[in-house]
């Protein structure tokens, strides 16, 4: 039987399938059934250094190819967030995920997040909807460098860069990234959504980001362009809702991927479902393990035996 281990960087993981931040991650609770449900990991809610309320409702709307959602970062703050997850049992397969609108903002959230125990953040560099954090921030080359680089100094934590699509040089930005130990791709297209009755927007921010199987294809030229560009490790995120979807981000360089957005439509057992088709795709199609498959369309891998 195939092997559906991966790893990235030192961070080994049993299966490839990960929780995506912002989708039942807003309790420790949560977090523990998802990983319980077969997830291989699980990344939090976006949190921040203080307490934030996020919009007013409307702040998903459900329509025929996923989601909008502008929730506005609503977390409970970093310190609420310590007092929760201090004795938390698995935070060797928890990521963190922290925003902020300075870099002293990211250098603090991460201390705090090292300090209890956690050993790897992802950085929301591309929340689209929310002025002073997210995009704003990582569209700043300059700044998601210095980021990047005083965590790296000043923690050992590894560092997961959560880049924002909604760029016209995703490569400079990849590039200015470097010094993260992985990239994720992608986070949500800026969107915006209109009742006809009403004459109003579904969205009570007006401006969200939209998720769902609509945006796989920007999701996988963004893992296929930087893969190619710097052949640096890749969660690829956006669009996956079947064991097919994750392959085709592994063919293009992925070496795990997030569910977001599908698990409102399958619940938990989706993780198990998706392990299970990757593990019966490797072993019709002639793979020992995972890796094997990392990577074979991109370059002069298109074309590779096995």
Request: hydrophobic content about 40%; overall charge negative; glycine content about 12%.
């Amino acid at each position: 039987m195939a092997s559906i281990s991966t790893k990235i960087g030192s961070f080994s993981l049993e299966n490839p399938v990960i929780l995506a931040s912002g989708i039942l991650d807003e309790t420790s609770g949560s977090i523990l059934r998802s990983l319980k449900s077969g997830a291989g990991a699980a990344v939090t809610k976006s949190i921040g250094t203080e307490e934030r309320k996020g919009y007013q409702t409307p702040v998903i709307s459900e329509i025929g190819t996923g989601l909008l959602n502008a929730v506005g970062l609503s977390n409970p703050g970093i310190d609420n967030f310590v007092e929760e997850y201090r004795n938390f049992p698995e935070k060797k397969k928890t990521i963190v995920s922290i925003f902020g609108g300075k870099v002293e903002e990211f250098v603090s959230l991460a201390k705090k997040v090292e300090g209890i125990g956690f050993d790897k953040v992802e950085l929301n560099l591309s929340c689209p909807h929310v002025k002073g954090v997210g995009s704003e921030v990582g569209q700043d080359l300059g700044m998601v460098e210095e980021i990047i680089s005083e965590i790296r100094s000043k923690t050992n934590l590894q560092i997961w860069a959560k880049l924002t699509p909604n760029v016209t040089d995703l490569i400079s930005l990849a590039k200015a990234s470097e010094k993260a130990d992985a990239y994720v791709l992608i986070n949500t297209l800026r969107a915006t959504g209109v009742e006809i009755y009403s004459r109003k927007f579904v969205l009570s921010n007006i401006v969200g980001g939209y998720s769902g199987p609509g945006v796989k294809p920007v999701a996988l030229r963004a893992v296929y362009d930087v893969y190619k560009e710097t052949g640096k490790e890749i969660i690829g995120v956006g669009g996956i809702t079947t064991w097919q979807d994750a392959i085709e981000f592994f063919l293009l360089g992925a070496k795990a991927i997030q569910v977001g957005t599908a698990i409102l439509y399958e619940d938990y057992p989706i993780f198990n479902k998706i392990n299970s088709g990757i593990r019966d795709y490797l072993d019709k199609e002639g793979f020992s393990k995972l890796d094997d498959l990392v990577g074979v369309m991109v370059g002069d891998a298109t074309f590779k035996n096995h």
